[in-house]
């Protein structure tokens, strides 16, 4: 992969420079001579993350429509099991649908499959996550930088404990290969600074499993004996912050997350969570299923990529990779509802109406 991430105004250039390209292949008959209709796969990972189906699929649906009026969206939701996964992609390669945007349950599990349809010549994008074998192309955001935000972010809000702290660090499933980039990209910045008193993975993303790892950090360290905690998303960041408020931890150590969902927002301007960490679904969305068209109309999709990855067990790659963001109480306002995100409305609850004004919410 390369070193150098141009970030999301250069990606969105090459965004809006392929919905032209893709614009123009329309006009010119580029489906409707062929007499077909283009049918793109989506294969999301899970109903658990709130983001799949609620942002990523609607903004992915709305962005084929709009670059391709007459395309076919075949949408299937593994539900967290692999072999549900690998069935999907077995159908859609069987349907002989034109392209496949794939977030991987099990990025190498999933290397069969995605070799499969290389093989029936149906070309997939990786999204969000990097599949293994021979993918047509990935979108993504660094997931290093994801790592290093968070633990900056961890640092700062540990002060005068930042260096000699003692922290929890909850890691995502080790086999998502974007658990593994911010596992990395956290202990780059961690790792010199603080104390690593527990350190789990969890399988599956599972919150109920964080609160369950957290509450065996409690008994382990002791109550009082916890600074800060390392949570990879905001899943996991709900089950510490449970564990933590079930076993009588007060104050709450700073917790971080990532993927800004409308439930970390309001424990953020509540008081309970830290951070989180925002990665623009509309440029990761747009990105995706401008490859997918591209892909589908069987064009090249160097002209909407402005980088490369290679995959394991596959070629270097044409690949978007786009800028996360860090977002506190600070700057909810300035990131996640300028953005049109969510509402001030959404975020603020009744019961956050006193936190929501003095953070600026109103």
Sequence with gaps: MKACIRGTAIAMTAISTAVALAACGQDAGN???RGNTPE?????P???TARWE?????LLEKKIKELCANCRVEHANAKGDVAIQQEQMNSMITKGVDAIVLVAVDARSLGVAVKKADEADIPVIAYDRLAEGPIAGYVSFDGEEVGRLQGRALLKALGDRADGGQIVMMHGDPIDPNAVSFKKGALSVLKERVKIGKEYDT???RTETAHMNMSGAIAALGVGNIDGVYAAND????????ALKANKVQPLPPVTGQDAELGALQRIVGGDQYMTVYKPFAPEASGGATMAVTAARGESLDKV?????RPRGGTVVPALLL???AVTVDNIKDTLVKDGVYTIQQICTPRLGAACETAGLT
Excluded: E, M, N, Y
Excluded at 54 to 58: A, E, F, M, N, S
């Design 235 to 242: 899943g996991l960041a709900a089950g510490s912050i449970s």
């Design 31 to 33: 489906d409707s001579d």
């Design 305 to 309: 990529a402005a980088d490369t990855v």
């Design 323 to 325: 800028t996360p963001v």
């Design 203 to 205: 399988l599956q993303w």
């Design 46 to 48: 899970d109903a658990t």
């Design 54 to 58: 609620g942002q990523d699929r609607p």
């Design 40 to 44: 793109i796969g989506l294969l999301l």
